[in-house]
């Protein structure tokens, strides 16, 4: 089959099979190999990608029910060099280790920012619930979103 996606602003058809899963599309397909796949199961959040704008687990989608969609994922999320408040805030605040949950962990902060621009721990901590770290033991995770919603405000919301 062929799906028609817009993935980091650029539209595109692939071919794929009906069975195809986004996150196999994104990374096999089309070499976006920032989306990682960790349990293929919908447990660990490592997939996380925004799909119309909202985080979903690409391991959990086909990608054929992404036809006609707009896909972003962590190679889209930087504006050329500059990277994103929330890129910026996980490299201050230490909020990595081995790196491997990190851009799904990213690309659920923003959309978490986006609902909840400035976000209490327990929000967060809720927020990336679905997002497993085997590392850092969240607590550095929590400061980075925090401080990405501090400078997402002071940016006046222009890089949300
Ligand atoms: S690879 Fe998708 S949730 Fe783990
Ligand atoms: S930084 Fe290693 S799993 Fe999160």
Redesign the pocket.
């Given at each position: 089959m062929n799906v028609e996606l817009t993935v980091n602003g650029k539209t595109q058809s692939v071919q794929c099979e009906d069975r195809t899963l986004l996150?196999d599309l994104l990374r096999e397909q089309l070499g976006l190999t920032g989306t990682?796949?960790?349990?293929?199961?919908?447990?660990?959040?490592?997939?996380t990608v925004h799909l119309d704008g909202q985080a979903v687990?690409?391991?959990?989608v086909l990608a054929a029910q992404a036809d006609g969609s707009s896909i972003t994922t962590i190679e889209g999320l930087s504006q050329g060099d500059t990277l994103h408040p929330v890129q910026q805030a996980f490299s201050a605040c230490h909020g990595l280790q081995c790196g491997y949950c990190t851009p799904g962990m990213i690309m659920a902060s923003t959309d978490l920012l986006r609902r909840h621009p400035d976000p209490t721990d327990e929000q967060i901590r809720e927020g990336l619930a679905g997002n497993l770290c085997r590392c850092t033991g969240y607590v550095n995770i929590v400061a980075a979103v925090k401080q990405a919603a501090s400078l997402m405000r002071d940016a006046g919301g222009k890089s949300a």
């Open positions: 996150v990682h796949l960790g349990c293929d199961t919908s447990q660990c959040g490592c997939c687990k690409s391991c959990t």
